[in-house]
C-alpha cells in the first residue's frame, strides 16, 4: 500500500514539473484549431501560416492544438490559459460559446476568436466581410463569363458559406442581371471540407450545364474545382489563401480572406512591445482583410477593362455607395 | 497430437484482454519513441490526464457515458446478429427530440425534463433505426448498407433543420437556441466540486442503469433469448415459432433508442443546445467499444472507460508534448481496437499453449496424476 502511495507520489511530482516547464514558457502566444485540423489549406492552415510567421519573424515561440472532439473546446481554452499563454487565438465560430465562459474566468488573459463575435473586455473578434469579397469575385465572373452562366461550389451547408454565395450571385447580378447562379454544396458533414473529388465533380455538373466560371468557397475541397476547371479548359475562383498560382491559366481570381494576417496580428498585439485592442475588428475591403487575389499568374485573364469595372465596384462598396445584402443578417438573400 | 484445451475462464475474460492491450500500448509506445519522445512519459501524461485529478476523470467519464450508449446499441443488435453501423446517425436524429423538450420545458423542472427528453429521444432514435430494421426484415435489404446510409440522410435532415429552421436569426453559429433554465441537467460538479469543470452529468447515472437493464434483457427475459437465438440461428428462431421479421425491427429500435441517448447527454447535459455534428464519432468508436467488450455490459463498461480515458488523456498528451499531434493519438486509439478488436486472437494460442504447459507441469508435480 504504501508502496503505491509513493509511486502515485512520484506520478504527481512529475505532472507537477511538466506543468512547471509549461508555465516557464509563460506570456507565449497559442493558438487552437478548429474540428477541420491544421493542414486544411484552408481556414486554419491559414491560421497556422499567420502564427508562424510571427514565429520566424520575432523569433518568438508559440504553441497549437487541434482539438478531436467537441467538448474539447471549453477545456482547450481552460488549459491554454491556465498555463499561462497569452493572447490565446482560437479559429471558427463554434469557439463562440466556450470562449464567452473562460473569457470571463481568466480577465488578465487576451483572447482573440476569428469569425465570431464575443463580447467580453478580453476579447478581440474578427470578423471578415466575405460578402463584399464575394461580390467583387462575382461581378469578374459575370464579367469573363460569356455563356450567362457561373457556377458556385460551397463547402459544407452553412450559413458562413450561405453569405459567401448571397455575395457572389449579387456580384454576378450586378453585372448581368438576370444571370443564371448554379448553387452547389458538397456536403452536410465536416468532411465536405476536404472533398476535392465531390466538389470536383460539381464543378464538372456546372460545366456541363453552361456554366463558365465556377467559384469554389469549400476549403480543402475547392482544389477538385480547380482541377476540374484545367481539365475543361474552363475558370474557377480560389478562395480563402490566393490560390492563382495552383492552376495557372485556370484560376480567374482569388477571393482572398485574410486569416493569416488576424492571427499574425493578434500575436504581434498580444505580445510583449504590442498594444492588445478587444472588441471587434472588422476584416473588410478598405483594409485589405478582404480583397480579390491579382498577381501573375492571372494578370492575363483580368482584362484593363475588367480590373477598372472591378475597382470602380470595390470603391463604391468602401464609400457606402453600394450596399451588398449581408446573408447572416436575415438570413435571406434577394 | 495434443487437442487445444479452451483457457481458463479467467484468462479468457481478463488475462487475454490485458495482454492485448499491453501489446497495442508496447507497439504505440514504439511509435511514440519513433518520432523522439519518450514513450514512458506519454504513458504517464496519458494515465494521469484521464485519472489523476479531478477535472480530467470527470472529462473521462463524460466521454465513457457516450461510448456505453452506442457500445450498448450496437452489442444489443450484435445479439440479433444485426450490425448497426448506424448508431451515429440514430444519436444525431435524436437530438431533435431532445432539444425540443429542452425548449418546451425550459421554464419547468428538470426531474420532468430528464423522463420526457429520454421518451423523445429513445422513439426518434428508435424510428431512426426502426427503418433500417424493416428494410431488412421486410425487404431483404442488408442492415449494415441501410444503417451507413442512414447516416448520411441524418446529417442531411440535420443540416437542413439546423441552417435554415432551428437557428435563430442573425446567429453564424448553425445551432438551435440555447436552453438557459431547467432544460440543462443537472452538472455533478454542482455537487462534487472534485470534478472540476468537466461537463459530466446526471445522464452517467443513465448509462448506468442502460447497462443493467441490458444485461437483463439480453439474458433474463423471453425478448432476450429470443434475440440471442435468432443471432446464432435465423432458420432455428424460425422453426421454434419466433418470428424474425418482428423481432429484427424490435432489436433494431432498442438498438437505436439506446444510441438516442447520446443526444440526451450531449444536447442536454454538456451543450445546452443542437449542434451541427454532436455526435462528432461517438456512434462509429461505439463499434470498437461493442467489440473490445465483447457485447457484454461488464466488457462495454470497461472499454467505454478505456475509450474515454483514450480521448481525454489523448488532449493532455497533445499539450504536453506538442510533437504529438492528434494524428498521433488516433494512431494509438486505432492501434488499441486492433490489438484487442481484430487481432484478439493474435495471442491466444500461445497463451493456451502455455496454459496446457504449465497445467500438464502441476499435473506431473502432484502424486499419482494421471500420466501426461
Known amino acids: 500500500m504504501t508502496n503505491l502511495k509513493r509511486h502515485l507520489g512520484a506520478l504527481t511530482a512529475g505532472v507537477a514539473a511538466v506543468a512547471l516547464l509549461a508555465g516557464a514558457a509563460l506570456a507565449d502566444p497559442a493558438v487552437i484549431y478548429d474540428l477541420g485540423g491544421k493542414f486544411d489549406k484552408s481556414f486554419n492552415e491559414a491560421a497556422f501560416n499567420g502564427a508562424t510567421k510571427w514565429a520566424t ?21 481552460r488549459k491554454f490559459a491556465a498555463a499561462g499563454f497569452n493572447p490565446v487565438v482560437v479559429t471558427g465560430f463554434a469557439y463562440g460559446d466556450p ?33 463584399t469579397g464575394s461580390y467583387l469575385v462575382g461581378a469578374i465572373a459575370a464579367l469573363k463569363s460569356t455563356t ?31 444571370a443564371e447562379v448554379i448553387e452547389n454544396y458538397t456536403g452536410t458533414t465536416p468532411a465536405a471540407w476536404n472533398d476535392p473529388v465531390a466538389a470536383g465533380e460539381l464543378a464538372k455538373a456546372d460545366f456541363d450545364r453552361g456554366a463558365d466560371v465556377v467559384f469554389a468557397a469549400a476549403g480543402g475541397s475547392g482544389l477538385g474545382v480547380l482541377q476540374a476547371a484545367k481539365d475543361a479548359g474552363k475558370l474557377a475562383i480560389g478562395v480563402d489563401s490566393n490560390q492563382n498560382y495552383l492552376q495557372p491559366g485556370s484560376v480567374l481570381t482569388s477571393m482572398v480572406k485574410r486569416v493569416d494576417v488576424a492571427v499574425e496580428n493578434a500575436f504581434k498585439d498580444g505580445t510583449a512591445g504590442g498594444t492588445w485592442t478587444s472588441g471587434i475588428q472588422a476584416m473588410g475591403l478598405a483594409n485589405q482583410g478582404i480583397d480579390y487575389a491579382l498577381d501573375e499568374y492571372n494578370a492575363p485573364l483580368i482584362t484593363d477593362d475588367i480590373k477598372a469595372k472591378v475597382d470602380d465596384l470595390k470603391a463604391k462598396i468602401i464609400a457606402g455607395e453600394i450596399v451588398v445584402h449581408d446573408y447572416s443578417s436575415d438570413n435571406s438573400c434577394p | 497430437m495434443s487437442v487445444r484445451r479452451p483457457l481458463p475462464r479467467w484468462a479468457d475474460v481478463a488475462l487475454l484482454p490485458l495482454l492485448n492491450l499491453l501489446l497495442a500500448l508496447i507497439i504505440s509506445g514504439a511509435v511514440v519513441m519513433l518520432i523522439g519522445q519518450n514513450p514512458l512519459d506519454a504513458l504517464r501524461i496519458i494515465t494521469y490526464g484521464a485519472f489523476g485529478y479531478g477535472e480530467g476523470f470527470g472529462y473521462t467519464l463524460h466521454f465513457a457515458t457516450n461510448f456505453v450508449f452506442t457500445g450498448l446499441a450496437v452489442a444489443v443488435a450484435a445479439h440479433a446478429g444485426l450490425f448497426n453501423i448506424g448508431a451515429e446517425g440514430q444519436a444525431y436524429v435524436a437530438g431533435i427530440g431532445a432539444i425540443l423538450v429542452g425548449l418546451t420545458m425550459d421554464q419547468t423542472h428538470w426531474l420532468l425534463v430528464l423522463p420526457l427528453a429520454i421518451i423523445a429521444s429513445a422513439a426518434i432514435g428508435g424510428f431512426w433505426a426502426l427503418i433500417p430494421g424493416y428494410l431488412q426484415a421486410k425487404r431483404g435489404s442488408h442492415v449494415v ?14 443540416v437542413y433543420l439546423l441552417t435554415r429552421v432551428l437557428k435563430p436569426v442573425g446567429q453564424m453559429d448553425p445551432t438551435s437556441a440555447a436552453v438557459t433554465g431547467a432544460g440543462k441537467l443537472p452538472q455533478l460538479r454542482d455537487f462534487m466540486s472534485f470534478f472540476g469543470y468537466a461537463p459530466l452529468n446526471i445522464t452517467i447515472f443513465i448509462a448506468i442503469a442502460a447497462l443493467i437493464l441490458v444485461y437483463v434483457l439480453i439474458w433474463h427475459t423471453r425478448l432476450g433469448f ?7 440461428n435465423p432458420v432455428a428462431s424460425s422453426y421454434a415459432g419466433i418470428s424474425n421479421s418482428r423481432l429484427i425491427m424490435i432489436t433494431m429500435t432498442i438498438s437505436g433508442a439506446l444510441a438516442g441517448m447520446v443526444a440526451v447527454n450531449q444536447v442536454l447535459g454538456v451543450q445546452a443546445r443542437l449542434q451541427l455534428d454532436f455526435p462528432s464519432g461517438y456512434g462509429f468508436v461505439g463499434i470498437a467499444v461493442a467489440l473490445m467488450g465483447r457485447n457484454h455490459p461488464i466488457g462495454i463498461a470497461l472499454s467505454a472507460m478505456l475509450f474515454g480515458a483514450l480521448y481525454q488523456g489523448g488532449l493532455e498528451l497533445q499539450f504536453s508534448m506538442p510533437a504529438i499531434t492528434r494524428d498521433m493519438i488516433v494512431v494509438i486509439q486505432a492501434l488499441v481496437i486492433l490489438f484487442t478488436g481484430a487481432m484478439e486472437g493474435l495471442l491466444r494460442p500461445g497463451l493456451e499453449s502455455a496454459f496446457m504447459l504449465y497445467g500438464a507441469r502441476q499435473k506431473a508435480a502432484a502424486p499419482a496424476g494421471p500420466g501426461s
Do not use: W
Open chain 2, 226 to 232: 429470443a434475440m440471442r437465438t435468432l443471432g446464432h
Open chain 1, 99 to 131: 470562449l464567452a465562459k473562460v473569457a470571463a474566468e481568466f480577465p488578465n488573459t487576451n483572447f482573440a476568436i476569428i469569425d465570431m463575435v464575443v463580447d467580453a473586455p478580453n476579447v478581440r473578434s474578427v470578423v471578415f466581410d466575405e460578402h
Open chain 2, 145 to 158: 448498407i441501410t444503417t451507413i446510409m442512414f447516416n448520411f440522410i441524418a446529417s442531411a435532415l440535420m
Open chain 1, 148 to 178: 450567362g452562366k457561373v457556377g458556385f461550389v460551397g463547402g459544407m451547408d452553412i450559413p458562413l458559406i450561405h453569405k459567401f454565395y448571397c455575395g457572389y450571385k449579387q456580384g454576378v447580378q450586378a453585372i448581368t442581371p438576370g
Open chain 1, 57 to 77: 519573424e520575432t523569433g518568438g515561440k508559440f504553441q497549437d492544438l487541434e482539438i478531436t472532439n467537441a467538448d474539447q473546446r471549453e477545456q482547450a481554452l
